[in-house]
């Protein structure tokens, strides 16, 4: 059995804002991310966006060059600065003593890369190490760095994960307000978004809203709220419809060019669910 220091209890900072992005796999979540990141950043806020994904493929999406993003190493592979704040080096072997609460307010400093629009960014990599489970060095770390990291009034996280929140510990959603959660007009996308709202209700996000992509005509709608009641409804804080828009797909990965100074419904729509957040109160724990 693994042995750990513990201090005392890190409670999430106070100020600024923390969201995660979550959904079914496919859905859109990344590009969401990427376009809520430097809508916010061009507003005049400090944007953290933070790459949980295993495909990590955030810097592409935020206008990162390939080549450049490529040579991204994820925190959670930077054994030597896990090391650092844990004192114990991940692939070590059981029976490993490590601090449960580092310190990791030089993380965005060392390893943060800005973007387009002046967004910072840092490449986590997957949350949970597969096979290893919550408890070990790396994932210490990670949950401290998006847990804890202390952010001014004007600064927000935006985090970009992997499909669903069951890969969430209690640690680690204690310092989200919102939870995004993006589906597509389907009828399986709309069932893991139900599913994925109600964890992250369990785990004590008080802020969850439902963002329903790619819809493309009036009945898409109608599908999608028929299908929310289908599968027990659900109390969302929010609910936004972003229509379809194939310059995504022709310009991806960068959401970049979506940000040329034209006006789309899909820019509109992403630009009031980034409103809708930013005017929700409310309280972790409540």
């Keep these: 059995m693994s042995g750990h220091e513990h201090g005392p209890p ?8 923390r969201v995660v992005v979550t959904g079914k796999g496919g859905v859109g979540k990344t590009s969401l991310t990427g376009l809520l990141a430097r809508l916010l950043a061009r507003r005049g806020m400090g944007v953290l966006a933070v790459d ?15 080549d450049r993003g490529r040579e991204l190493v994820p925190l959670s592979r930077n054994v030597d600065y896990v090391e650092e704040k844990t004192g114990a080096r991940p692939g070590e072997g059981w029976g490993l003593l490590f601090r449960l609460n580092p310190v990791v307010d030089d993380v965005v400093a060392r390893f943060g890369v800005i973007g ?110 028929a299908l929310l009641e289908g599968e027990g409804g659900f109390a969302f804080t929010s609910r936004s419809f972003l229509p379809y828009d194939p310059r995504l797909l022709e310009e991806e990965p960068s959401v970049g060019p979506l940000l040329d100074g034209r006006s789309s419904p899909l820019l509109e729509a992403v630009t009031d669910l980034a409103g809708r957040v930013l005017r929700t109160k409310v309280v972790v724990g409540s």
Excluded at 10 to 17: F, H, I, S
Excluded at 116 to 134: E, F, K, S, W
Excluded at 216 to 224: E, G, L, N, Y
């Design 10 to 17: 890190a409670e999430p900072p106070a100020g600024g804002l």
């Design 116 to 225: 387009p629009d002046g967004v910072r960014l840092l490449v986590m990599g997957t949350v949970v190490v597969p096979a290893a489970g919550c408890l070990c060095p790396e994932n210490t770390v990670l949950n401290a760095v998006v847990g804890h990291i202390g952010l001014r009034d004007d600064e927000i996280i935006l985090m970009d994960t992997q499909a669903g929140v069951e890969h969430f510990g209690r640690a680690l959603a204690r310092g989200f307000q919102h939870a995004v959660v993006l589906t597509d007009p389907t009828f399986s996308g709309m069932q893991v978004a139900v599913h994925t709202a109600r964890l992250a209700r369990d785990l004590g996000i008080p802020g969850i809203h439902l963002v329903v992509n790619r819809v493309a005509t009036p009945s898409d709608v109608d599908r999608a709220l």
């Design 52 to 66: 949980a994904d295993p495909q990590m493929n955030l810097p592409f999406a935020l206008g990162i060059p390939v």
